[in-house]
T-cell receptor, first 114, second 117 residues
Framework: GEDVEQSLFLSVREGDSSVINCTYT??????LYWYKQEPGAGLQLLTY?????DMKQDQRLTVLLNKKDKHLSLRIADTQTGDSAIYFCAERKGASGGSYIPTFGRGTSLIVHP | DTEVTQTPKHLVMGMTNKKSLKCEQH?????MYWYKQKAKKPPELMFV???????INESVPSRFSPECPNSSLLNLHLHALQPEDSALYLC????????????????FGEGSRLTVL
């Protein structure tokens, strides 16, 4: 996870916006992803962005990509208690034998207070 | 069907036991993965199978032995594990790169929580 860095914790009030930040190192990354992991569960893809895009919006989620600074952010509007989870940033780091090998950040624990 | 199913959900085993974790998907994905995840850490890649052939082994100790009997199934055979091997083991699958509509998304199962005594 050293190639992808994230802050470990974020605490917000219900109804506020949450912004989770990530920096990555591989400038050749073509896809960047945000996964969500709820307690005791596997990871679920929330959204992804192609490297030729600066922004992607999907309902309450907005992803911003700054390729120059290798910085990715996920904004969750109107954060709800159900959004409490760990959020992993991931970059695609090349492929081998037709397989996609993601590199995950350490994850940001989002805690939403009522 | 967009599910990856893992069994068992929980497993407790002694250091001399032999057990297996199982994973199944029916999405037609030809790439399947085993990850190990310790508490408060990201998933660590262990093995990748592509078209039922082992394509990546991330220097995993031989006490973990993967098997891909067919394109829908992935097993992880466990033998002589150590207490530090206790973790959540996640299976994932994906389309192979080049498939129509490929996004690189990994579909994860809920995991098998392993405790080694």
């Amino acid at each position: 996870g050293e190639d992808v860095e994230q802050s470990l914790f974020l605490s917000v009030r219900e109804g506020d916006s949450s912004v989770i930040n990530c920096t990555y190192t591989d400038s050749s990354s073509t896809y960047l992803y945000w996964y969500k992991q709820e307690p005791g569960a596997g990871l679920q893809l929330l959204t992804y962005i192609f490297s030729n895009m600066d922004m992607k919006q999907d309902q309450r989620l907005t992803v911003l990509l700054n390729k120059k600074d290798k910085h990715l952010s996920l904004r969750i509007a109107d954060t709800q208690t159900g959004d409490s989870a760990i959020y992993f940033c991931a970059e695609r780091k090349g492929a081998s034998g037709g397989s996609y090998i993601p590199t995950f950040g350490r994850g940001t624990s989002l805690i939403v207070h009522p | 069907d967009t599910e990856v199913t893992q069994t068992p959900k929980h497993l407790v085993m002694g250091m001399t036991n032999k057990k297996s974790l199982k994973c199944e998907q029916h999405m037609g994905h030809r790439a399947m993965y085993w990850y190990k995840q310790k508490a408060k850490k990201p998933p660590e890649l262990m093995f990748v199978y592509s078209y039922e052939k082992l394509s990546i082994n991330e220097s995993v100790p031989s006490r973990f032995s993967p098997e891909c009997p067919n394109s829908s199934l992935l097993n992880l055979h466990l033998h002589a594990l150590q207490p530090e091997d206790s973790a959540l083991y996640l299976c994932a699958s994906s389309q192979s790169q080049g498939a129509r509509g490929w996004t690189g998304e990994l579909f994860f199962g809920e995991g098998s929580r392993l405790t080694v005594l």
